[in-house]
Each structure stands twice: as C-alpha cells, then as structure tokens.
C-alpha cells in the first residue's frame, strides 16, 4: 500500500490559482501512475488528472484540460496539482490516488489507494 497525503486546498476567488500536493510514502511510489479526482456535494467523485509513473505523459479531463497542469517529482515522492483560472464549479474535495492507467478514449486511473483528500473552495 502507499499511504498519500494532500495538502494546498483553500479559499480563492474565481480566476485565482491554487497547487495541490500530494506526498507518497509506503510502497515504491514511483512505480505507480498517480492522479486526482474530485467530488462535489451531492455529486459522484469524478477524474481529473493523472501521471504515468515516469511524468512523461499526462491525461486531463475535458473541464480542466488547459486550466490545470498534473506533474510529479519521484525523488521528493510528491505529485502536484496546478490549478489555473478556476471556476465555482470546481469546487470540490479534490483527493489524489495512485493505481494503473486504465487506456480509452478517455484515460483515467483504476485507483489503489487514496489520500483523505483537501477541500478546494472557488468563490464568484
């Protein structure tokens, strides 16, 4: 197992800019493609980003494609979340997981184990 642990939600107003960290520990986290997910009240935890274990390839979304940036850092065992011009809608508890890629037309991550997640709140 890989123990995850987020950090860098808050409070920002629409436009504005937060990062989210996600630190790894346990299990070697670079063998392991990452990723963030979100969910909303009253709404399904939905994908947002993810990482393949080496930070050569990225896949997003479509609402967060060209606003929000996933990278990682295998030596400081930390996946970070860079979120631009956010918008009220993303909203969200925003938690990161890592697990295998799951090929599509949409990429998304089959997650094996999950962060307690941090809340990210956009005012208008």
């Known amino acids: 197992q890989v123990q995850l642990v987020e950090s860098g939600g808050g409070l920002v107003q629409a436009g504005g800019s937060l990062r989210l960290s996600c630190a790894a520990s346990?299990?070697?986290?670079?063998?392991?493609?990452m990723g963030w997910f979100r969910q909303a009240p009253g709404k399904a935890r939905e994908f947002v980003a993810a990482?393949?274990?080496?930070?050569?390839?990225?896949y997003y979304a479509d609402s967060v494609k060209g606003r929000f940036t996933i990278s990682r850092d295998n030596a400081k065992n930390t996946v970070y979340l860079q979120m631009n011009s956010l918008k009220p809608e993303d909203t969200a508890v925003y938690s990161c997981?890592?697990?295998?890629?799951?090929?599509?037309?949409?990429?998304?991550?089959?997650?094996?184990?999950w962060g307690q997640g941090t809340q990210v709140t956009v005012s208008s």
């Open positions: 990482i393949n274990w080496s930070g050569t390839s990225t």
């Open positions: 346990g299990r070697t986290h670079s063998n392991y493609a």
């Open positions: 997981a890592s697990g295998g890629l799951i090929p599509g037309v949409q990429v998304t991550l089959n997650p094996g184990s």
